[in-house]
């Protein structure tokens, strides 16, 4: 499907190669996902305390001049109790009805973090599927009426098409808000051109600025004189609006308010004690309140359900782990859930429902495309992220608030946390693999053998792979017997986790890297579109013999977890482990 580029001159190889950087190190293409197993004490090792020792460094020179700005910043393993790091920053300039001293347990508004409970409480019901049109749940916007009487594709939501994946992706093309209008702000308009507004036309309602909250009644009364943007499917537009609408969706199907239904099926099992909705903590002192925030405490009406939470460090991170532990979602519907739904105009950001996921190869040692699952919050002076990475079962809290707050400096803090932290996650991961499955195994009987080893590219290296008597990497093109493809190619090949595990048994699979580093970027050169060279996801389980995958490696764990053979189906034979 990908044919070979021809031999280039040395004087063009040099021209057009000069700037390819291949999908990981040294050309290798994983699959996307984990390359090991994730560290399950990364905290013992040397490596991650310096680092995070590094990066708190690195924090405290960036908050050091913030002067009315609180900021709390986490990362925890699911695996271990305590958090890897925490800092928390409390300026010297306060608010005297909040917290005098910022840790774990004080309390932020988290803006649009909210939205990720609306789709995870849809998900938990079992007769409910995000492609189910919103209206079979809330009817009600059928009956929406626009500013007048015309109806068409440009003045009205074709609702029977929008899905409940739609409203949790951003992709239902409904408008953005209702009442993040700038009609509610009490100041002349028309000094800026804007004609003068009748009463029909302004909402009436906000939560701020001295305005009573929206509540459903008005939602619907007025939803129907926002234009679509685009048609259902068209193109991502981040729409508060639409998590809402999940809200409403979440209380037909449960019979519960939101907040009772939220309250008694993910706070409750995930012990979030101190995360509200609607209204903010018991006492503002358990809340870090900015100097002359006027947010604090109001309600946001219908609306809370997409940005009114209130939570802190402590909760988020049970949050973070909870979902990477399935501890109130089922492991299927929660790999489902951590996709992609769509692209976006950059090449650097898809989006999930509700996930931002921010996509980079730049942030470990084996240059691998890595994806990181966060959703942002941010309302007013509060500027806050989740961030979950599935690949090292890592959660990454940062919140904000403050007038120097904003999503830069969240963004910033969190680049830092990654940049620094990530590459001794990864040499953690690999100290802890390499007891357990590095080595040789061998059966004497059959004159087979194959070594596992570990170095910087991504997974485990395959070498010594001899089964009996015959060089298996050497012989690779002789097995591709239905391939076109030359037979006398350079071939490395790696071996990755997959998660597939029965008792005490743990699947892998080899990924066969045909070429070396020099031909594939020549054969990247002529050709448009990154990553052209790593179609890893389309060779995989390509080689069979009776019914049995020739990438196949199935280990046999010990108690503690380290491997005692590996069984290599498909030429039906168990090689043990020597030491």
């Known amino acids: 499907m990908f044919p070979r580029a021809k031999p280039m001159s040395s004087v063009l190889w040099a021209l057009a190669a000069g700037n390819v950087a291949l999908a990981a190190l040294d050309g290798h293409c994983p699959p996307l996902g984990p390359v090991l197993p994730a560290p399950t004490n990364p905290a013992t090792h040397e490596s991650v305390r310096l680092a995070m020792q590094n990066v708190t460094d690195t924090l405290q020179n960036l908050t050091a001049g913030l002067d009315a700005t609180g900021i709390s910043v986490a990362v925890k393993s699911i695996h271990e109790a305590n958090p890897l790091l925490e800092l928390h920053h409390t300026p010297a300039t306060l608010n005297p009805n909040g917290s005098t001293h910022i840790d774990s347990q004080t309390i932020y508004r988290i803006g649009s973090i909210s939205k990720i409970f609306a789709v995870f409480s849809l998900l938990q019901q079992s007769n409910v599927n995000l492609d189910d049109p919103v209206t079979q749940y809330v009817p009600q916007l059928l009956e929406l009426k626009g500013e007048t009487d015309e109806v068409n594709d440009i003045t009205t939501v074709r609702w029977n098409e929008v899905t409940l994946g739609a409203l949790a992706s951003h992709m239902s093309g409904i408008a953005a808000d209702l009442v993040a209008d700038i009609a509610s702000i009490p100041t002349d308009w028309t000094q800026l051109g804007l004609p003068k507004l009748d009463e029909a036309s302004e909402t009436g309602c906000a939560g701020v600025l001295g305005l009573p909250p929206c509540n459903r009644t008005e939602f619907f009364r007025d939803f129907g004189k926002r234009y679509p943007v685009y048609a259902p499917f068209t193109n991502p537009v981040y729409s508060n609006v639409a998590s809402s609408i999940l809200g409403f969706a979440v209380e037909a199907i449960t019979n519960m308010t939101y907040e009772k239904y939220v309250k008694q099926s993910i706070f409750e099992p995930l012990s979030m004690t101190n995360t509200t909705i609607s209204n903010g903590p018991e006492k503002n002192k358990w809340g870090f309140i900015p100097v002359n925030e006027t947010w604090w405490g109001s309600s946001l009406g219908y609306e809370d359900i997409n940005g009114g939470f209130y939570s802190n460090t402590v909760d988020l991170l049970s949050f973070g782990t909870g979902i990477l532990k399935h501890t109130v979602l089922d492991p299927a519907k929660t790999r489902k859930w951590m996709k992609p739904v769509t692209s976006t105009s950059s090449s650097g950001l898809l989006l999930g429902g509700p996930w931002e996921i921010i996509r980079s190869e730049t942030v470990t040692k084996d240059k691998r495309l890595i994806e990181f ?100 990497i050497k012989n690779y093109g002789n097995f591709a017997a239905l391939s076109s493809s030359p037979k006398n190619q350079v071939v490395t090949v790696r071996l990755y986790p997959t998660n597939l595990s029965s008792g005490c048994h743990t699947a892998w699979r080899a990924v066969f890297d045909i070429g070396t ?14 990553d052209s060279s790593c179609n890893t996801w389309a060779s995989m389980d390509r080689i069979t013999y009776g019914f049995r995958s020739m990438d196949e490696f199935v280990f046999s764990l010990n108690t503690d977890g380290s491997a005692n053979s590996v069984n290599l189906r498909t030429f039906q034979i168990e090689l043990k482990r020597e030491g």
């Open 517 to 530: 580093p020099e031909e594939l970027a020549r054969q990247e050169a002529n050709l448009f579109w990154p």
């Open 373 to 472: 699952y966060t959703k942002s919050g941010n309302l007013d002076s509060y500027n806050n992220i989740l961030c979950l990475i599935p690949d090292y079962d890592l959660v990454i809290t940062i919140l904000s608030g403050g007038p120097q707050s904003s999503a830069d400096l969240v963004n910033l803090a969190l680049s830092k946390v990654v940049e620094g932290l990530l590459p001794a996650i990864e040499d953690a991961g690999k100290a802890e693999a390499r007891p357990k499955f590095g080595g040789t195994y061998v059966d004497v009987t059959t004159n087979s053998t194959i070594t596992l080893s570990l170095d910087d590219a991504p997974g485990f290296a395959v070498s010594n792979w001899i089964v009996r008597d015959v060089d298996v």
